[in-house]
């Protein structure tokens, strides 16, 4: 845990940083390319590292699909999830006090500032770049309340390698081996990688841009002739000569009568196989980033069956926000919530962070199934049903939702049951005996992914169960009126 606060590198590191970046697209080629991926696989990132950030700022096709991949990760829900205990309670507040109260900026550009979300979101580049490092440098706020949170800086990969198989940090620009990435000063992940790929159909895409781009100037407003009865050098060839230039592009001839040329035939614009190809690049980033490209997946087939692609799209996009919040929640576990619990309480964490999916489509069949079968005798957990839906529990005297024709209700009947079953407990000095381990998967209700706070209802039986007794609210709710 790097308790300084200080961070790694100093100002004259990070302005040495910026005067040496540089952009390759005037000699960018094929070749270029392919040696420094060969140097990405044996750890140099140096060089492939600058090249991915100018590729992203020049190519807006690629710079949108990467953001909104980044972007779909940074806009869900967070919490976090005890597992029940005291001892958790405590780790969760600490926890909650250290998310709220993060701030997360950029080693080369500190006027960036935001918390969690752009925290979130800058842990997605590694989707691009393979790899996201943080600099984490702890503050704190209250050592007595073991308040504590830390700023985190994004740092660009050229600033590391990667030739022991981890990443280590390179202390001076010139360095060939970096001090390691700790757990507890850094913030690691390594993502899906796309511009590994992506680098060579980039230089294809910009290739072909540039021979249209030629091809355009040369042809797009095609040839004048010009044929005169005068002979070189005459005041009249002259003045023609000038007619010509005033009237046409590039592609201009002037000849006299005796002598005859043809022009050669010009391609077909509809045959030219510069826009195809830019296409195909283009696909290919929102596949890579999306998942299935909506414009051409759902483009009626050659077959004639109708137009497909938007639901799978849906689909395809489901998936890959559902693995990223996954993703994310592992490694903010892993590398930020264990040394900040081990720092503040030396134990194993009992509580964790987890980035929230969204819910799927399904949740209103869910909803109408529940109240078919709940007067039929099904019994419910309530825990499963406010995780399902992610529905709040009613405060202590707070007006709740009924069915239609049932008294109003304001939840102060179940205060006491919600209190209790809602109120942290006090502080209070960590246990003596040695903690038991959390092994990996031994208590599912420890998963952050599936565990969720009980959250009472006073519509419940003794058992804490929905019964035919207590239904479901109805589809169609009122609101009761204040009592006079």
């Given at each position: 845990m790097n308790?300084?606060?200080?961070?790694?590198?100093?100002?004259a590191r990070i302005e040495w940083a910026i005067r040496l970046r540089f952009s390759p697209m005037p000699n960018i080629t094929m070749a270029w390319i392919s040696d420094n991926l060969n140097a990405f696989r044996i750890g140099?990132?140096?060089?492939?590292?600058?090249?991915?950030?100018?590729?992203?700022?020049?190519?807006?096709?690629?710079?949108?699909?990467a953001d909104k991949r980044a972007s779909d990760l940074a806009s869900l829900d967070w919490q976090i999830v005890s597992d029940g205990s005291p001892e958790g309670d405590r780790h969760a507040e600490a926890l909650k006090y250290f998310y709220r109260h993060v701030r997360t900026t950029r080693a080369l550009d500190q006027d960036v500032s935001g918390g969690v979300s752009e925290l979130l979101y800058q842990i997605a580049t590694a989707h691009s770049h393979y790899y996201s490092a943080h600099e984490m440098l702890l503050r704190v706020d209250n050592p007595a309340g073991r308040e504590v949170t830390a700023e985190f800086r994004?740092?660009?990969?050229?600033?590391?390698?990667?030739?022991?198989?981890?990443?280590?940090?390179?202390?001076?620009?010139?360095d060939v081996y970096g001090q390691p990435c700790l757990e507890g000063e850094w913030l690691t992940a390594v993502g899906a990688g796309w511009m590994r790929p992506l680098s060579v159909a980039y230089v294809m895409k910009t290739?072909?841009?540039?021979?249209?781009?030629?091809?355009?100037?040369?042809?797009?407003?095609?040839?004048?002739?010009?044929?005169?009865?005068?002979?070189?050098g005459d005041p009249a060839w002259d003045e023609a000569r000038d007619v010509l230039r005033q009237l046409a592009n590039d592609g201009m001839v002037l000849h006299s009568e005796g002598l005859n040329i043809k022009f050669l035939t010009m391609?077909?614009?509809?045959?030219?196989?510069f826009g195809p190809l830019v296409e195909q690049v283009n696909r290919l980033y929102a596949k890579c980033y999306r998942g299935i490209d909506l414009a051409t997946g759902s483009r009626a087939p050659e077959s004639g069956r109708g137009a497909v692609g938007a639901s799978v799209q849906k689909e395809e996009a489901g998936i890959f926000l559902a693995r990223d919040a996954a993703w994310a929640s592992e490694c903010l576990n892993s590398r930020v919530d264990r040394p900040i619990i081990n720092y503040l309480f030396d134990r194993e964490p009992r509580a964790w962070m987890t980035v929230m999916p969204p819910l799927d489509d399904s949740a209103e069949k869910d909803?109408?199934?529940?109240?078919?079968?709940?007067?039929?005798?099904?019994?419910?957990?309530?825990?499963?049903?406010?995780?399902?839906?992610?529905?709040?529990?009613?405060?202590?005297?707070?007006?709740?939702?009924?069915?239609?024709?049932?008294?109003?209700?304001t939840g102060r009947e179940s205060e006491a049951l919600i209190s209790q079953k809602s109120t942290l407990p006090a502080f209070s000095p960590a246990p003596q005996d040695p903690p038991m381990p959390i092994a990996a998967g031994a208590d599912p209700a420890r998963n952050p992914q599936t565990a969720a706070p009980e959250m009472p209802d006073p519509q419940v039986d003794?058992?804490?169960?929905?019964?035919?007794?207590?239904?479901?609210?109805?589809?169609?709710?009122?609101?009761?009126?204040e009592s006079r």
């Open positions: 308790l300084s606060g200080e961070s790694q590198f100093n100002q140099e990132l140096r060089v492939v590292g600058k090249i991915w950030e100018t590729m992203i700022e020049r190519d807006g096709e690629l710079a949108a699909n994004h740092t660009p990969i050229w600033f590391f390698e990667s030739r022991r198989g981890y990443l280590s940090y390179l202390k001076h620009i010139f290739l072909s841009l540039r021979d249209w781009m030629v091809f355009s100037q040369r042809y797009g407003s095609g040839f004048l002739e010009a044929v005169t009865g005068a002979q070189k391609p077909a614009s509809s045959a030219l196989p909803l109408k199934a529940a109240q078919a079968l709940v007067p039929m005798g099904l019994r419910i957990s309530l825990a499963e049903v406010y995780k399902r839906f992610r529905w709040a529990a009613p405060a202590p005297g707070e007006p709740c939702l009924q069915s239609a024709g049932q008294p109003a209700a003794d058992a804490g169960f929905f019964s035919s007794s207590a239904p479901l609210p109805a589809l169609a709710v009122s609101v009761a009126n």
